[in-house]
């Protein structure tokens, strides 16, 4: 059974830090890049950063550059997503979601963890 679980969201101030985890099985992690999937209450899905089967090549939103950080460790199957600075426009429930090389959908998705920025 594949499955993508997401952990780590929760309640931070603003300025602060989270760090996001998206532990994998059921499949080969190593073989798909992998992307971290936003969704506000009430607004559509947006990307916010993906990262390839490697490790090597990384991409974000211009709205998160510079503040937050997409890594995998591909031993553990785990992706991560490190989210400094954080401002109250990132609150969110957060997926993350994996893509076989030259497909052009994802093929699988975890059930999300909610980040919510507020003082």
């Known amino acids: 059974e594949v499955q993508l679980v997401e952990s780590g969201g929760g309640l931070v101030q603003p300025g602060g830090s989270l760090r996001l985890s998206c532990a994998a099985s059921g499949f080969t992690f190593s073989n798909y890049a992998m992307s971290w999937v936003r969704q506000a209450l009430g607004k559509g899905l947006e990307w916010v950063s993906a990262i390839n089967s490697g490790g090597g090549s990384t991409t974000y939103v211009d709205s998160v550059k510079g503040r937050f950080t997409i890594s995998r460790d591909n031993a553990k199957k785990t992706l991560y997503l490190q989210m400094n600075s954080l401002k109250p426009e990132d609150t969110a429930v957060y997926y993350c979601?994996?893509?076989?090389?030259?497909?052009?959908?994802?093929?699988?998705w975890g059930q999300g963890t909610q980040v919510t920025v507020s003082s």
């Open positions: 979601a994996a893509r076989r090389f030259g497909a052009s959908t994802y093929d699988y």
